[in-house]
């Protein structure tokens, strides 16, 4: 695995054009998150996001097979390019896009809205959150560390409890006095946490 | 619980393709033969 680590995109595109299958698994498994979150990050849906991922390793392993790939060193740019060519060909497809043109009788701005929360509300909600991680900070430790794994890592019960040695129904025991705790002293001091 | 505070924003998911694809990649590749024959590339798929 270290070994993979060290060896550069570049010779693990030669060896894997040389007759190395392994080469191209390595490759996978290295850039297999940038390249699915980055699709994932334009289509928003996880099965046509997997389905343009297989396309491009498709078109990938086409050119490196026939030996059209003239890129070296720019491995994980030009896979990206290649998604990215797939995402646009995906929403020609699908006509998700449709193109507006700036007229006299017409502005692009009567149809877009911004819906991103404003500047007062992000700094209140950046407020919450940051209260909220204080809150967080004064639990009991084991209390603590499964509320972060749960709710800030996404794990799952099963998980947690694999990772923390206890069981299942502990994790949620102790999940719920996080909780109840958190609560008790929200009330207590009566912190507002909406925005 | 009742309300969660945190958002989904704050979770740290790595984003990963399915592991069929994944497999079915790699399984394509070891089957796959491109040959050039005058210029034009046959792709060859071996069961």
Known sequence: ?195 | MAKNYVKNSLVIKAMKPKKEVVSFLLNYSKALSVVKVDNRNYEIISN
């Open chain 1, 1 to 195: 695995m270290i070994a993979n680590i060290e060896i550069s995109d570049a010779l693990l595109v030669q060896n894997y054009v040389a007759g190395n299958e392994e080469a191209l698994s390595t490759l996978i498994k290295r850039h297999e998150s940038r390249i699915y979150g980055f699709i994932y990050s334009k289509i928003s849906d996880r099965d046509i996001s997997n389905d343009i991922f297989q396309d491009t390793f498709i078109k990938v392993i086409k050119t490196l097979k026939s030996n059209s790939y003239n890129e070296e060193g720019k491995f994980l740019p030009w896979v990206m390019r290649i998604s990215h060519n797939l995402i646009i060909d995906h929403y020609r497809k699908t006509k998700k896009m449709p193109l507006f043109r700036e007229t006299e009788d017409f502005s692009i701005f009567s149809v877009m809205t911004d819906d991103s929360i404003s500047i007062e509300n992000k700094l209140i909600s950046d407020q919450i959150e940051l209260d909220l991680k204080k809150l967080i900070e004064e639990l009991p430790i084991d209390q603590k560390e499964v509320l972060v794994m749960r709710m800030y890592q996404d794990m799952s019960f099963k998980e947690i409890s694999e990772i923390t040695g206890v069981s299942i129904n502990t994790s949620l025991g102790r999940m719920r006095y996080a909780l109840l705790n958190l609560r008790k002293v929200i009330d207590k001091h009566q912190i507002v946490l909406t925005n």
